[in-house]
């Protein structure tokens, strides 16, 4: 049995306690409040800075060089993105996904997403496996987001896919950081197509694209001129396996001018050699990886309408001494 003494103990603990915590509670709520308010007041500093910005554009816009207006700008953007970065409704929104790339400070932040981690993942990738330099130069800098989607899913860079998956041509989107529209080059290459009369390998393009409008609100290649159809992969029985790569090229003049690619063939394709011809800067890229399966002969007949070739050292022959019979 407890005496009254330390009932009363008990009961002044609780007490403290239960104050505390109302304390604890009132204090958070007033920080919150308090940051709430400092960001407000940051907010409504930044807005009037913009809006002088934004007037001094509009006054000096037929008189400035462009160096002068692109600096101006910057400024302005970077106005906007920290007018807004720190509202928890926007950080909030980002965390879910909701994401409005007409935005300035949603666009500043996919992009500074992209590189903190997706990017240095594909630098990776592209390196462990060769992709650079075999197809891409060493000084290849990502700019842009590549993403492939297949019926089953996004695909991560250097992943296996089976050739069935990648029949059709995969939804292609080039996640970017410019609100104005700009005209891209895409192309999907093998690069490790057998080369018989060489005795090695060559670059196969499976696609090639040119004149691709795409701008941050309007991410997914649609349109453009056709070179080269789709191919369907299908890695060569008695190969490794092949890296498909797909590349995404901003045209020249920051994407304003139209190219006229042609090119003669498939096969003995050369990325590099194109994308210098035409002053293409490659600004994006990802690939997957393929090996044989059966799949790939249904490949050849029903789509190719080629008979599929088989390479590989065929399988030695056992020869064994005969064992002298005596009769």
């Known amino acids: 049995m407890l005496s009254n003494l ?6 002044v603990a609780r007490c403290a306690s239960r104050v505390n915590a109302t304390r604890q509670a009132s204090t958070n709520a007033t920080a919150y409040e308090e940051a709430l308010r400092l960001i407000q007041l ?7 800075m913009l809006n002088r910005v ?7 816009a037929g008189t400035s060089t462009p160096a002068q207006l692109k600096a101006l700008d910057a400024l302005k953007f970077d106005l906007q993105v920290k007018a807004e970065l720190n509202e928890p409704e926007v950080q909030k929104n980002f965390k879910l996904g909701k994401i409005d790339m007409s935005q300035p400070v949603y666009r500043y932040m996919k992009q500074k997403e992209f590189e903190k981690a997706p990017k240095s993942k594909l630098m990776e990738r ?3 496996m060769n992709v650079i330099p075999d197809v891409l130069a060493p000084n290849m ?9 297949v019926a089953e899913g996004q695909v991560e860079p250097g992943v296996f896919l089976k050739p069935e998956q990648s029949i059709e041509l995969p939804q292609i989107d080039i996640t970017n950081f410019h609100t ?3 005209l891209y080059t895409l192309m999907m290459v093998d690069p490790d197509s057998p080369d018989v009369s060489n005795k090695t390998y060559q670059q196969h393009c499976h696609w090639l694209v ?3 409008p795409l701008s941050a609100t309007s991410p997914t290649v649609n349109g453009g001129d056709s070179i080269l159809e789709y191919t369907p992969p299908h890695p060569q029985k008695g190969t490794k396996y092949h890296r498909y790569t797909l590349i995404a090229f901003e045209q020249p003049n920051e994407g304003q001018e139209k190219v006229d690619i042609k090119v003669e063939s498939r096969d003995q394709f ?9 002053n293409l800067k490659a600004t994006g890229a990802t690939f997957f990886r393929e090996e044989w399966n059966e799949n790939v002969s249904k490949i050849y007949n029903e789509i190719l309408k080629q008979e599929e070739p088989i390479y590989g050292k065929p399988p030695k022959v056992q020869r064994y001494i005969q064992r002298t019979v005596y009769y």
């Open 42 to 48: 940051d907010k409504k500093e930044r807005l009037n």
């Open 141 to 149: 800098n990502p700019t842009v987001e590549v993403s492939v989607k």
């Open 6 to 11: 330390t009932r009363r103990s008990v009961q």
């Open 126 to 128: 592209l390196t462990q």
């Open 54 to 60: 934004e007037k001094e554009i509009a006054r000096v």
């Open 180 to 182: 104005e529209s700009r």
């Open 270 to 278: 050369d990325v590099k050699s194109l994308a210098q011809a035409h």
């Open 210 to 212: 040119s004149n691709v």
